[in-house]
């Protein structure tokens, strides 16, 4: 008897509803469980830094959630070039739904810098050139969504929003590369693929954790977004014969 999944099936919206519904339980479970033990590690076991003081523990909200911040603009970038290339209405559903939560760990990534640049640089806010690029992200993940609301009909909304996110991208590399590229107050990075981590090691597993805490996070509130465009998509014309089968699903629930 063969044991082989058709995943190609679930690029079904029909298919993919009820695979979502119960994968997200999981991945909140695991966010919550993570997210705990990265906060108790960030909090109470990492030492104090020596030069920062208490105030550098914001980091271990502030480093994971800028991460997040560009790493969901990819994956949604990511979503919108294959629907754009195969018109896949799932794909675009994915775009639409992670643009909100990209959003959310950008302003997040703000916040919690300005926090952190207060007690450090004796300044809320610079103009410093990581600050400005990330605050052009979040006025790019706002432009995509509302984009794809100023626009009545849904085909129309999906291809002009994945064009300004694919256009958009290009942003990732100038928010990572700004330290090193221009002369600003932002530190540089503390963890690094080439040169390892400068970090110690507590300090480094609390930032993991809670970096791992927010993937598993995003991943629950997108599939939980992209159930909620699935239903509200199904209520247009432009929608398939076919998703009646969601509303089915839901009204079994």
Request: hydrophobic share 60%.
């Amino acid at each position: 008897m063969s044991t082989d999944i058709n995943w190609l099936k679930y690029s079904s919206p029909q298919a993919f509803y009820p695979l979502a519904g119960s994968l997200i339980p999981w991945f909140a479970c695991m966010a919550v469980a993570l997210m705990g033990v990265g906060l108790y590690i960030g909090f109470f076991i990492a030492p104090t830094d020596f030069q920062q003081g208490e105030a550098y523990r914001i980091i271990f909200v502030h480093v994971p959630a800028a991460w997040m911040s560009m790493f969901l603009y990819v994956v949604m970038a990511v979503w919108a070039g294959i629907g754009m290339g195969l018109n896949a209405r799932l794909s675009f559903m994915m775009a639409q739904a992670i643009a909100p939560t990209g959003a959310m760990f950008t302003f997040l990534a703000l916040l919690t810098g300005a926090m952190w640049g207060k007690p450090t640089w004796g300044a809320w806010w610079v103009w410093d050139a990581r600050l400005t690029s990330e605050l052009i992200l979040l006025f790019q993940y706002a432009g995509v969504m509302l984009l794809r609301t100023s626009i009545d009909d849904v085909r129309r909304a999906d291809r002009a929003s994945a064009v300004f996110a694919l256009v958009g991208v290009v942003n990732v590399p100038i928010i990572y590369f700004s330290v090193q590229w221009w002369n600003t107050l932002h530190q540089g990075a503390s963890v690094s693929m080439a040169a390892g981590s400068k970090m110690v090691s507590t300090m480094l597993t609390a930032m993991l954790l809670m970096t791992l805490a927010f993937w598993l996070y995003s991943i629950a509130v997108i599939l939980a977004r992209v159930r909620c465009v699935m239903v509200e998509r199904e209520s247009l014309p432009l929608w398939d014969e076919k998703a009646a089968v969601i509303q089915e699903t839901v009204g079994a629930r």
